[in-house]
């Protein structure tokens, strides 16, 4: 199973609301370190290609906003979903130190905002999972929480699609938002 990290997105959202750019660093064509969004990650223009790639990703936000109107009677906010190719030399502040950015998406914590690498959804992993874990971040504020087989930010767990529904709805209820 490969290690999965995403964004720790509380640094996002603290950086944005003091109007920084993205606590984000990497190596430049030089080799030269260097901060920022642009650093990290880049936007992918938007074609074809992005926007089937988008409408994946789609699907399962708006079976997201099914559950939670079902269950809980709750408007999910609208998310900006953007898709991303990141960096090779790319880095991410995780915890204190930097670490190579392997990612399978990244959220701002209570910013709605959701961006996923190409690379995680043409692997074919499940991006339900994906999905799920950073609308967490994004519409419910929730940090990595240890031991949740959604929320832990270290492990892509192998659990049924029933299953992260299920961890979903629970994490939302936990999270206070509704
Ligand atoms: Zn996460």
């Not at 906010?77 to 670490?99: K, L, M, S, W």
Request: glycine residues 8%; charged residues 30%; hydrophobic residues 35%.
């Amino acid at each position: 199973m490969s290690k999965l990290i995403d964004i720790i997105t509380e640094e996002i959202s603290e950086m944005k609301r003091k109007g920084k750019d993205l606590h984000w660093r990497g190596r430049n064509e030089k080799g030269k370190m260097v901060t920022g969004k642009k650093a990290f990650a880049r936007e992918r223009d938007m074609n074809d290609e992005t926007y089937k790639l988008r409408r994946d990703v789609m699907g399962h936000i708006y079976d997201a906003k099914r559950l939670l109107r079902n269950k809980f009677g709750y408007d999910l906010p609208r998310q900006r979903i953007r898709i991303i190719d990141v960096h090779p030399g790319a880095f991410i502040h995780n915890e204190g130190e930097y670490i190579p950015a392997y990612i399978a998406g990244c959220a701002t914590r209570g910013g709605n905002d959701i961006y996923i690498p190409a690379k995680s959804i043409e692997a074919g992993w499940d991006l339900k999972y994906i999905v799920f874990h950073e609308l967490l971040h994004s519409a419910f504020c929730l940090p990595h929480i240890k031991g949740s087989l959604l929320m832990n930010g270290e492990r892509f767990e192998n659990i049924s699609n029933e299953e992260t529904e299920k961890l979903f709805l629970q994490h939302v209820q936990e999270s206070g938002k509704i």
